[in-house]
T-cell receptor, first 114, second 112 residues
């Protein structure tokens, strides 16, 4: 079974703090994704990475950056957390395989910025 | 019972009945569609997928139907059980690659 783990289930940070969210997958997947999930808005893509050190902006990259130094690990960074970044953050991974794009998700990190 | 994505985000179904969850997708160029189930406090879990060269695919107690003419996707769950209570999301790949766009979800509630 594919396993995607996220470093924290719950996190509380103060406005202006730098926040790191870590994601690790154990299935040698090429692609990794970070989403945020808000009520009524579904999942919105922040960034994705299709290879080590490669990244691409998603739909809402403002206020976020990412790092992928190893294939299994994808980090989301909030340089200066703000209250509007309070949300559920979901990490996912997938194989690079033509025609089959299922993504496997971690359990999520619920971040509260006060 | 049936739901229509954004317009009816909650669906209540009697235990043992069949559930039908609908999704209108946006991009006629999408060639891959997928359904996820998300239980409270967990990440989305893959249920079933379908490619655009098919109009029906069956899994265990679930069936996905694809109507490309009207850009409509549905998930049918047979003999709904209490464990089926969750939010269900459809997703498509509007860019023809691994980037998925997700719907806002439908909450399925099972009435005992």
């Amino acid at each position: 079974d594919v396993k995607v783990t996220q470093s924290s289930r719950y996190l509380v940070k103060r406005t202006g703090e730098k926040v790191f969210l870590e994601c690790v997958q154990d299935m040698d997947h090429e692609n990794m994704f970070w989403y945020r999930q808000d009520p009524g808005l579904g999942l919105r893509l922040i960034y994705f990475s299709y290879d080590v050190k490669m990244k691409e902006k998603g739909d809402i990259p403002e206020g976020y950056s990412v790092s992928r130094e190893k294939k299994e690990r994808f980090s989301l960074i909030l340089e200066s957390a703000s209250t509007n970044q309070t949300s559920m953050y979901l990490c996912a991974s997938s194989l690079s395989r033509q025609g089959a794009y299922e993504q496997y998700f971690g359990p999520g990190t619920r971040l509260t910025v006060t | 019972g049936e739901s229509v994505g954004l317009h009816l985000p909650t669906l209540s179904v009697q235990e043992g009945d069949n559930s039908i969850i609908n999704c209108a997708y946006s991009n006629s160029a999408s060639d891959y569609f997928i359904w996820y189930k998300q239980e409270s406090g967990k990440g989305p879990q893959f249920i079933i997928d379908i490619r655009s060269n098919m109009d029906k695919r069956q899994g265990q107690r679930v069936t996905v139907l694809l109507n490309k003419t009207v850009k409509h996707l549905s998930l049918q769950i047979a003999a709904t059980q209490p464990g089926d209570s969750a939010v269900y999301f459809c997703a498509e790949n509007p860019f023809g690659n691994e980037k998925l766009t997700f719907g806002t979800g439908t909450r399925l509630t099972i009435i005992p």
